[in-house]
């Protein structure tokens, strides 16, 4: 058994391993199960686990439906009631919204997954998606400025969020420059 988690880059039109999206974005995972057993033998008593990062959300859409969620939509289960022969594959997709509470930067998105097979052995794989957030640009221009004519004024600024490094530029006059 091999577990292959993936999202969906929409610029690409593919499934990857990590792609670029920015907070309030949704984003759709894909959990893959393959089975290469011998032609003999299937897969059953298939639990699949998805542990969602402080910076993702469930979005409560999963194909098929999940089996239980957490209070707090971070953690997904799915147990499943299929077998998987020899050569097969199964798939499971669902949405996550990105949430402010991101911190920016990547989100790891793991799957775990265990099975039976019918020779008796178990297995366990595991496999992450990464979401790459960025965080709203968050600008403030200080002020306000206040100060009498031919009097020096300090004016400072800050940024957060965005790509940084940031420029900053103030239009004294209201011309638009």
């Known amino acids: 058994?091999?577990?292959?988690k993936e999202v969906w880059d929409p610029n690409l039109g593919a499934w990857m391993e990590e792609v670029d999206a920015s907070v309030g974005e949704t984003v759709t995972f894909r959990i893959s199960i393959?089975?290469?057993?011998?032609?003999?033998?299937?897969?059953?008593?298939i639990h699949v686990l998805d542990e969602l990062p402080e910076c993702l959300?469930?979005?409560?859409?999963?194909?098929?439906?999940?089996?239980?969620?957490s209070g707090n939509g971070k953690t997904i289960w799915w147990n499943l009631s299929i077998n998987i022969p020899a050569g097969s594959s199964y798939?499971?997709?669902?949405?996550?919204l990105i949430t402010?509470?991101?911190g920016c930067g990547p989100c790891i998105n793991w799957a775990r997954v265990t099975a039976d097979e019918c020779s008796g052995e178990e297995f366990y794989w595991e496999d992450p998606a990464t979401v790459n957030a960025d965080c709203p640009l968050i600008a403030d221009a200080g002020?306000?400025?206040?100060?009498d004519i031919c009097e020096p004024?300090?004016?400072?600024g800050s940024a957060s969020?965005?790509?940084?490094?940031?420029?900053?530029?103030?239009?004294?006059?209201?011309?638009?420059?």
Do not use: K, Q
Request: hydrophobic residues 30%; negative net charge; proline residues 8%.
């Open 91 to 96: 798939h499971i997709t669902f949405d996550a």
């Open 1 to 4: 058994m091999i577990v292959e």
């Open 161 to 177: 969020g965005g790509a940084p490094p940031y420029s900053y530029a103030w239009d004294l006059d209201d011309d638009g420059y």
């Open 100 to 102: 402010e509470t991101s």
């Open 57 to 69: 959300i469930y979005a409560d859409n999963a194909i098929p439906p999940e089996t239980h969620v």
């Open 153 to 156: 004024i300090e004016i400072t």
């Open 34 to 45: 393959y089975y290469y057993g011998n032609g003999s033998y299937e897969l059953y008593n």
């Open 143 to 147: 002020g306000p400025y206040f100060g």
